[in-house]
């Protein structure tokens, strides 16, 4: 799966920009981020259709974005979960760039993880997530 990480001016609209157009072309979100830094907003978004939303989020203006790969982790619904696997990566020195909830059942939480670009492969590695 892919992160599309989007730097924009903190406005009022410029999520519901982002969504609208992405959802305009069918592009699905499977999970999302959204904080204002000061006068800037960071938004990042997973989805499985990168490439039309990438070429599309050209057509927002002031806005700049970037796309990585992620590592989506199952994990059971419970508390202490995310402890143990950022504990995990932490005892190997592997450096987080962002985590967040990237959807949810009763049973099974999934976590967008996304560790340094030096760090991706070993992360897989330890959370035994094979390429």
Request: positive net charge; charged residues 30%.
């Amino acid at each position: 799966m892919k992160e599309i990480t989007i730097r924009a001016e903190n406005r009022v609209g410029v999520l519901a920009d982002v969504a609208e157009l992405l959802g305009g072309l069918g592009v699905n979100i499977d999970g999302i981020s959204a904080q204002a830094e000061g006068e800037s907003g960071v938004i990042r978004v997973l989805t499985n259709d990168s490439k039309t939303a990438l070429k599309s989020l050209s057509k927002i203006p002031g806005i700049k974005f970037k796309e990585s790969d992620i590592i989506v982790v199952d994990m059971p619904n419970r508390p202490g979960e995310l402890g143990k696997i950022t504990r995990k990566l932490a005892n190997k020195g592997i450096d987080l760039e962002s985590v967040y909830l990237a959807g949810r059942t009763s049973e099974i939480t999934h976590m967008a993880i996304k560790p340094s670009k030096e760090s991706f492969a070993k992360a897989r590695e330890v959370l035994g997530i094979k390429p």
